[in-house]
């Protein structure tokens, strides 16, 4: 969340306290008993906000965690596939080589 947006979320809070107050005023309501029922909805729903974002936490369900899990999927993928194709690209005694000295010579039978 960028400076600008948390600024807006801010202030959308401010104004959704604000409106909460004068629909309560609205509904009958002396000024005092609006304005307590205004901050206990809002608390409400800060906390329901906030109790969302530490299950995400909790259940790794973050968009960081999606993001990153997503790369690393997608890196993993095409450094396979390079790995492979250079490895292809290799002579058969050049392969053997190298299969050899990682350890996956002629034990493996034959080349991936």
Known sequence: MTRGQALLLGLAVTLLG?????GFQASGLDSYTAGI???GLLMLLVLGWTS????????G?????QQRKR????YE???T???EARFAALTPEEQQRLLEEVGLGEAEGSTP
């Open 52 to 59: 969302s974002y530490l299950f995400r936490v909790v259940t």
């Open 77 to 79: 993928a095409e450094t």
């Open 61 to 65: 369900r973050m968009t960081y965690m």
């Open 71 to 74: 790369y690393r999927q997608r």
């Open 37 to 39: 029922a205004a901050s």
């Open 18 to 22: 604000a409106a909460g107050y004068w």
């Open 81 to 83: 596939e390079e790995l």
